[in-house]
């Protein structure tokens, strides 16, 4: 631990863009849903006002967050999959627990790997701060899927997640506002008021978490960060590398440190959490790691990267591959398979109500054409999310045209824009790699051969005057150690299964770092981990007169 040794507490939720009152002029409808409490959060910290995610899916936009690293570079970047990071990698929790912090998941995973053990003190429905060892500082991390895209078009969801919510709190279908990308019909209406209110919703979740705090008497020692993992769940949003599926609302209070009412108007990147808290905490932050620490442990601001990097890969069975780059004002797309719809098929999302509702709206427009009639249910721009060809590279001034409507690529005024942002771009791609163009076989066989992945090395123990050594063979792999015997795990679930949970065994394992004496009367066990690597074989002192 360092001498500042702030608690910190992410509350993050899924599928959003800054629809928060604090983000008002600054994103449209920003208004839309009442949240007095993320406005207040913002109110009493820094408001990021340009803020992105590495992916606008789950699961790759996640392991950014996680790791501090591109997910195109460590192999993360499909929607889902089981990668092997390079050696170096490992989740940022990890780091915070080897240096004396009790860190907590409450409970969703996501990061692209099996969550080792060594990852967090409790990984849970259950976890929570208050189960900290005494004096502990902490980690905690909470998230709600009270916004995710299951919620707005489940019936049975939505009405259990917005049942305290007011009518005064509700948004009328009939008078909601959405971008003009999406046609005026009911299915969409309907949509966009239901996300309006789940977002109201998830603002009174968080309130709660805020005033557990607030009970505590940590407000003024703690650090918290709001965030969302990508944009908001609508066609050309969440799934699309762009404005809509990447930017998200970033807030961040730390009393005493951070200027409240502060608000910061560079591009950042969810994938700079990681570097950040680290930094602030007085923590190294590996070399490795690509993100850009914001704050310092003092609070002062550090200068952030001057780009904000995306990319979108397989979704699903769904292939396609498109990278993006925004500075300040512009965002610049290529397209790797512009001959592909941005909107292929795909069973999950095609099951929703405005996936279908395009699709129904499209079948319409080709009915009439074997009428001899011009399309006109659709705008071009509506339609444009289904149709094919799709322009290899797409150029927005966003700071005029925030929902993309004005591709600017083949604007010579805008020339030496696309030149600079397309030479950064392929020096990003040339810098950290870009493991999305490679088949995704090739990949998956590199990771496991013959599709058998790689077993752990069995950790290598000494014990010299009831001091325990560990070592592991495996280069990266953690080492944990518990005096729990071996137990029953219970089955996860399937989604427990796709999103990496850990295993519930009931066991808790310390994480290595340094050397550790022998507790009294109780047997140890040591395992190691490497991600993506199949866990070791256990290692099992027996005590027999207090001595191993």
Not at 247 to 273: H, K, N
Not at 395 to 408: K, R
């Amino acid at each position: 631990m360092t001498k500042t040794s702030p608690n910190i507490v992410w509350i993050s939720t899924h599928d959003i863009n800054p629809h928060l009152g604090s983000y008002q002029g600054l994103w449209p409808d920003a208004d839309q849903p009442s949240t007095p409490r993320l406005d207040r959060l913002a109110r009493e910290g820094v408001r990021f006002d340009q803020a992105f995610a590495a992916a606008p899916v789950c699961a790759p936009a996640r392991s950014a967050i996680m790791t501090g690293c591109y997910p195109i570079s460590i192999g993360t970047m499909h929607m889902r999959t089981k990668a092997v990071p390079p050696d170096e990698v490992r989740l940022v929790s990890e780091q915070f627990r080897k240096s004396g912090y009790y860190a907590t998941n409450n409970w969703f995973t996501d990061f692209q790997v099996d969550t080792p053990p060594t990852a967090f003190d409790d990984c849970s429905p259950g976890a929570h701060w208050r189960n900290r060892p005494e004096g502990s500082p902490f980690f905690a991390s909470f998230h709600s899927l009270i916004t995710h895209e299951s919620r707005i078009y489940g019936d049975a969801a939505y009405a259990a997640e917005t049942e305290e919510l007011s009518a005064e709190e509700r948004v009328n279908p009939d008078s909601t506002s959405f971008p003009p990308y999406h046609p005026d019909t009911e299915p969409f209406r309907r949509a966009w008021a239901r996300y309006y209110d789940l977002t109201t919703a998830m603002d009174a979740w968080v309130g709660r978490i805020l005033d557990e705090l607030e009970e505590d008497g940590l407000t003024e020692d703690t650090l918290v960060v709001f965030w969302s993992d990508h944009g908001a769940s609508f066609p050309r949003a969440k799934r699309w590398a762009n404005e809509a599926g990447l930017r998200v609302p970033l807030l961040a209070r730390w009393p005493g440190r951070i200027a409240a009412g502060s608000t910061r108007d560079e591009v950042v990147q969810t994938m700079d959490l990681a570097p950040t808290i680290l930094a602030a905490a007085g923590l190294d932050i590996p070399a490795h790691m690509h993100g850009t620490p914001l704050f310092d442990a003092a609070g002062s601001d550090l200068p952030a990267a001057p780009y904000a990097f995306g990319a979108r890969d397989r979704m699903d069975a769904q292939e396609d591959a498109v990278r993006t780059v925004r500075d300040h004002r512009f965002r610049y797309t290529l397209n790797l398979h512009p001959d592909r719809s941005g909107m292929q098929y795909n069973y999950y999302p095609d099951h929703l109500d405005t996936w279908g509702e395009l699709r129904r709206l499209v079948h319409e427009e080709g009915q009439r054409l074997s009428f001899g009639e011009a399309p006109s249910i659709l705008t071009d721009l509506q339609r444009s999310i289904l149709t094919v060809p799709r322009p290899e590279e797409e150029l927005y001034d966003i700071a005029v045209d925030p929902h993309e409507t004005s591709n600017l690529a083949a604007d010579p005024e805008y020339a030496d824009v696309k030149q600079r942002l397309r030479r950064a771009l392929d020096q990003w791609r040339a810098t950290y790699g870009d493991l999305g163009t490679m088949p995704e076989r090739e990949l998956l066989d590199q990771w496991r051969p013959g599709g058998v992945p790689r077993r752990t090395a069995t950790p290598e123990v000494t014990v010299t005057d009831g001091r325990v050594t560990v070592s592991c063979a495996t280069p990266a792999a953690s080492i944990g150690w518990t005096t729990m015997p071996p137990a029953e795990p219970r089955d996860l679930t399937p989604v427990e299964q796709q999103t990496g949970s850990p295993v519930q065994d009931g066991r808790h394992w310390h994480v290595y770092a340094d050397p550790f004496l022998l507790p009294e009367g109780a047997d140890v066990w040591i395992a190691a981990w490497r991600l993506g690597y199949a866990p070791s074989n256990e290692v099992r002192l027996e005590l027999t007169d207090g001595e191993a």
